[in-house]
């Protein structure tokens, strides 16, 4: 077969290696070279750089770079040739383009079991996948989804970014040129394709229940400024519907936070482990205001929680004896707090898996009705944050 020697020199920008990531290096490398393959950026003859080169220009070990070129060339997409160097293989008659799977951060183990369900499903049914990372920037992200609709591409699962998912740019999703989506987690207004996430409403409802049966009547719910986004809405709506049925008054949600602005996994960190962070200052600001006025704090997730946890500290309250504590979540790091935070569990295997599921139903034409919501069932994992009010324990020691 005759091969081009095509140059690989203005192709290195193309890979793009994260050291600070839950996704393995072997992983990422095979990802980029997988998708550059399929993609067809990488065509039937390129020279595929050396192990030697992929290690120096991506500051990676060469056992690394081993790795993934050999899952790739299992894979069938290259080919080593004895003298001249590794090509792209001519792409076999394949049953099925590739799904992507596209997120705004790999900074947590979630989204790695997110990602590892939605391969076993899609594997099972004879698609490769490939992933990319926006890295939190809106525009990195916009770039990215325009690029798969000329990457041939059969469908996209989709975890998206609350400023583009808000936006216009939303309705380019639906357009014809542009592959069927499946969105995992979070949903903006009436965005028509399938969806799938946690019963946030459930899982929140069982918490007030939770804190309810622990004698708790005042309980204030904690959220930063994106309370319109679908689930954060499912679990206010939760809050307050359990406590209006247990014959209880709901607040109104303590905020905090500019509009649109999350909290992530490593904001969350970071801030936890600084001295003088402006937000948990916030979030120590705004429990002071309203001191006394609530026994129990429902976080709108663990990041939230974890850094109501560094407030509280801050302020010398304590917690759970002065005000219980919940999250929603259950981040692998809150069981190992100090005071492990109560918090409700969400299947994260299970909504990737479900999700690759009703895109491929699409995607074969097994399914073309209106778009489908698939909630997942959650549970309540109960640890320290949460007892017994302290007014009622001064009762019970009387």
């Known amino acids: ?19 600070n990531n839950v996704i393995p290096l072997h992983e990422q490398l095979t990802n980029q070279i997988r998708q550059l393959i399929l993609s067809r950026r990488w065509q039937t003859g390129y020279r595929v750089p050396s192990e030697t080169e992929l290690q120096r220009h991506l500051d990676i070990s060469r056992s690394t770079v081993r790795h993934a070129l050999r899952t ?51 594997r099972e049914a004879g698609y490769p996948v490939f992933f990319c990372n926006s890295d939190f920037d809106p525009a990195e992200e916009r770039r990215l989804l325009e690029q798969l609709k000329h990457d041939d591409v059969a469908g996209v699962l989709l975890w998206m ?15 014809p040129d542009f592959p069927p989506v499946a969105m995992m987690d979070r949903t903006f207004g009436d965005f028509p394709c399938d969806y799938v996430a946690s019963d946030s409403y459930a899982g929140t409802y069982r918490t007030i229940e939770h804190l309810i049966e ?35 008054k709901p607040m109104a949600p303590w905020m ?8 992530y996994s490593e904001m969350a960190l970071r801030a936890y482990s600084n001295k003088d962070d402006s937000t948990v200052g916030e979030i120590a600001d705004l429990l002071k205001e309203n001191l ?34 919940t999250g929603f979540d259950d981040v692998d790091l809150v069981s190992y707090l100090p005071t492990p935070m109560t918090t409700i569990a969400q299947d994260y295997y ?42 009622t324990k001064q009762r019970l020691n009387d």
């Open 256 to 263: 905090f936070g500019a509009p649109d602005q999350e909290i």
């Open 214 to 248: 622990l004698g708790h009547e005042r309980i204030a719910f904690l959220s930063c400024g994106i309370l319109d986004l679908m689930p954060i809405a499912e679990r206010y709506r939760a809050y307050r519907e359990a406590m209006i049925h247990a014959g209880l």
């Open 292 to 325: 006394g006025k609530a026994t129990a704090l429902v976080a709108i997730n663990d990041n939230v929680a974890l850094l109501t946890l560094k407030a509280a500290h801050r302020l010398g309250i304590s917690i759970p004896d002065e005000l219980s504590l």
């Open 1 to 19: 077969m005759h091969r081009r020697e095509t140059s690989h020199s203005l192709k290195y920008h193309d890979i793009e290696i994260t050291h």
């Open 72 to 122: 790739i060339e299992i894979e069938g997409l290259i080919e080593r040739v004895a003298g001249r160097g590794t090509f792209v293989s001519p792409l076999r008659e394949r049953a099925h383009r590739p799904l992507a799977f596209q997120v705004i951060d790999f900074d947590h183990p979630q989204q790695r079991e997110l990602l590892r369900g939605a391969e076993v499903a899609a």
């Open 350 to 391: 299970a909504m990737g898996k479900s999700a690759a599921e009703l895109l491929i139903e699409r995607i074969e034409g097994c399914y073309s009705g209106p778009p489908r919501k698939v909630l997942l069932p959650t549970h309540l994992r109960v640890r320290a944050t949460t007892s017994v009010p302290h007014q």
């Open 161 to 175: 970014s609350i400023k583009n998912g808000k936006s216009d740019f939303i309705t380019r999703l639906c357009e």
